[in-house]
């Protein structure tokens, strides 16, 4: 049985503040498999970074045990560091004064390439990246999302086993932030068994990227599954719009018929002095009632004129479990950090 | 409620070749050496900035010696003179231990901070301690220019006895090289120190460096200093390295350790340590500081990935 990529039992982090201490972890247990793409998702403070830095043998556990590819963060240190990499985002760094060669060169160094391998290693991944035209420019000299790219490349350099990305499109604009995700995707997908640790407190970009999410809440696990399976959590009923272009004896008719949940009108959806077609909410106890649906409407004569199906966002299913949006969730710990 | 995860089963591919995950010894920790003292000498030594370099190596020695020079000249007058060669020497230095003791604990807080590279560098496989090191190193290689200028302005602007021929070389090679090594040593000390202080610390590795350079002899004999200030001085690797330096360069001249009444003397039994004792002290002294600077910084180190110290910036 090889090795988990990451495995983690019991970890609690404690950090000593002011007024009084902050739990930032509290009894984690997680389990990653090799060539899993698995995020952690949650609002600031959830303690996202936290667990990276343990993985990534920054920072210390107060109680627990953390292993990847079988090495324990605490006695193995060095082997832990010559398999995986990291990449933060939402910080400007670099030394300003090196050109990108250069300070990509460096890390080569301290990753134990020989000379010359690692200016090859370097161009390689420079122009992986696109920073090709920025090659020779110093650091201090890149936009903020070229930055990115290189401090990227830097956590490509030795071919890492597993990739830790904590937030790493924080900060970048719409586009920057895209072609960040896509560099992400091509590494992972180049080579089976690439592992990536994201965190995100972006939904959409964890539901993107990954192949599983653990949803953290206040230094807790509150759910795992793959995006699909977690939105399943919170809606187990199918529900569609639908719109008719008219519908003989109203919702009703839907209602009567096996395994249709409930059928109401859309409110405010078209004004209703000028109404030409009739919008509703159908909630079916699955999708395959859905055939039935359908058979019964060509009956009544109505004409289907579009049929989308809702999805739940990872919003939703983070609301169910916590009870608030996210949105509240990051003013709270804003709050309690000002 | 915690939830425990069951791991999707997918095996681990043929291309996880644990071999990875061993060290390279020896060699890892020439290449980590080596890029670290080049890392430390493109950042550390302003060449970009000639002027910058000018004023923090050149004209602050050379305008401190200046200084000390006048003051000798109105106090001692024509007797003042014999005292040149301790003062050239002793200000030059200075540029020296300012750049490794204080330069070494810089090199954290800008890393940290200013670059916010520590962490990376921290969680790459390269000895952490190793890497310090090399900075120290090309901060002191930078120091040295500075020093070499400052006693080369000594000799010909102030007429300062200089004598190529009657320079004892082994003993200056000797005491040099030990004292390079002892400067990295307090350096790392102060490092060790500077990992748990936050970015407003700025101002101590320079003020302890001014501290320990006042009672290492550098600008008056310790024997001016009390008893007490004395032993410490005494304790330090600084004082024989200065007092070496004194020796080697200008033999026979006035000395910065013994002189009546001093601790030394009264310890020893003659005047000034001549330059075995000088060599054994200065062994003696750098050994105990570098114990003790290895020793601070693996506390150091430990409490830092204790209370995550490493990614921290100021007002975090
Ligand atoms: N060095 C520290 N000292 C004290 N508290 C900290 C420290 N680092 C993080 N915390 C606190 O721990 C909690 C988790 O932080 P973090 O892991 O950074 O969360 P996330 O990355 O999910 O935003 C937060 O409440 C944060 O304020
Ligand atoms: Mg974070």
């Known amino acids: 049985m090889p090795p988990l990529a990451i495995e983690v039992r019991g970890i609690r982090r404690v950090y000593s503040a002011k007024p009084a201490p902050v739990v930032a972890l509290d009894r984690v247990d997680l389990h990653v498999a090799p060539g899993e793409f698995f995020g952690l998702l949650g609002p600031n403070g959830a303690g996202k970074t936290t667990l990276i830095k343990i993985l990534t043998t920054l920072l210390l556990p107060s109680a627990g045990t953390a292993r990847v590819f079988g090495f324990d963060v605490e006695r193995d240190t060095k082997k832990i560091r010559r398999i995986m990499n990291m990449v933060a985002g939402g910080e400007q760094s670099g030394y300003g004064i090196l050109t990108v060669r250069e300070q990509l060169w460096m890390f080569t160094q301290f990753y134990g390439l020989a000379g010359g391998d690692g200016w090859r290693r370097v161009d390689e991944l420079i122009e992986a990246v696109g920073l090709t035209e920025q090659r020779i420019q110093r650091v201090s000299t890149l ?62 970009e964890a539901d993107e990227l990954c192949d599983r999410i653990a949803i953290v809440d206040h230094g807790r696990i509150l759910a795992i599954g793959s995006p699909d399976e977690l939105k399943r959590r919170v809606q187990r009923e199918s529900i569609f719009r639908l719109e008719l272009d008219h519908l003989d004896g109203g919702v009703a008719t839907l209602v009567r018929l096996p395994g249709v949940v409930s059928a109401s009108e859309a409110a405010g959806a078209i004004d209703a002095a000028t109404r030409q077609t009739v919008v509703m909410n159908l909630v079916l106890e699955d999708d395959g009632v859905l055939g039935q649906v359908v058979g019964a409407l060509a009956r009544t004569g109505s004409e289907i004129l579009g049929l989308r199906k809702s999805e739940p966002t990872l919003e939703d299913v983070f609301v169910e479990l916590v009870g608030r949006g996210f949105a509240e969730s990051d003013a709270e710990a804003a709050g309690k950090a000002g | 409620m915690a939830v425990s995860a069951t791991s999707a089963p997918v095996p681990a591919p043929a291309r996880f070749d644990f071999a990875k995950a061993e060290g390279n010894g020896i060699r890892d920790f020439l290449r980590t050496f080596a890029v670290a003292v080049r890392l430390g000498w493109q950042l550390e030594a302003n060449w970009t900035d000639p002027l910058l370099f000018f004023i923090y190596s050149v004209a ?49 807080l800008e890393d940290r901070e200013r670059f916010r590279m520590l962490k990376y560098v921290y969680v790459s496989p390269s000895d952490f301690l190793t890497v310090l090191v090399g900075r120290g190193v090309a901060r002191v290689g930078v120091g040295l220019a500075g020093a070499a200028i ?91 390295w200065i007092a070496g330096i004194r020796e080697a360069l200008f033999p026979g001249g006035p000395g910065s350790i013994g002189g009546a009444g001093s601790v030394f ?52």
């Open chain 2, 265 to 316: 003397a009264g310890a020893f039994g003659h005047a000034q340590p001549g330059p075995l004792e000088i060599v054994l002290a200065l062994m003696a002294t750098g050994a105990i500081a570098t114990l003790g600077a290895v020793a601070v910084f693996r506390v150091s180190d430990r409490r830092a990935k204790q209370a995550g110290l490493y990614d921290r910036t100021t007002g975090s």
């Open chain 2, 150 to 240: 400052t006693v080369a302005v000594g000799v010909v602007v102030l007429g300062v006895p200089f004598d190529l021929g009657s320079v004892n070389w082994p003993l200056f090679v000797t005491v040099f090289l030990l004292g390079l090594w002892s400067i990295v040593a307090v350096g790392l000390l102060m490092a060790g120190v500077v990992i748990q202080t936050r970015q407003e610390s700025w101002s101590y590795p320079e003020a302890f460096a001014g501290a320990l350079f006042l009672v290492a002899g550098a600008v008056f004999p310790l024997a001016v200093l009390p008893a007490l200030v004395q032993v410490i001085g005494l304790l330090t690797p600084l004082s024989w």
């Open chain 1, 143 to 204: 936009s903020t999302g070229q930055r990115q790219k290189m401090n990227l490349a830097r956590g490509l350099l030795n071919d890492p086993w597993i990739l830790f990305l904590d937030e790493p499109t924080l900060g970048l604009d719409v586009s920057a932030a895209r072609s960040l995700r896509e560099l992400i995707v091509d590494w992972k997908r180049a080579v089976p068994g690439r592992t990536i640790l994201l965190t995100t407190h972006y939904m959409a």
């Open chain 2, 60 to 108: 602050k020695p050379v305008s401190s010696a200046l200084i000390l020079v006048v003051m000798l000249e109105v106090i001692g007058g024509p007797s003042g003179r014999a005292f040149r060669p301790f003062v050239v020497v002793g200000s030059a230095l200075w540029s020296f231990v300012v750049s490794g003791i204080a330069g070494l604990a810089f090199s954290i």
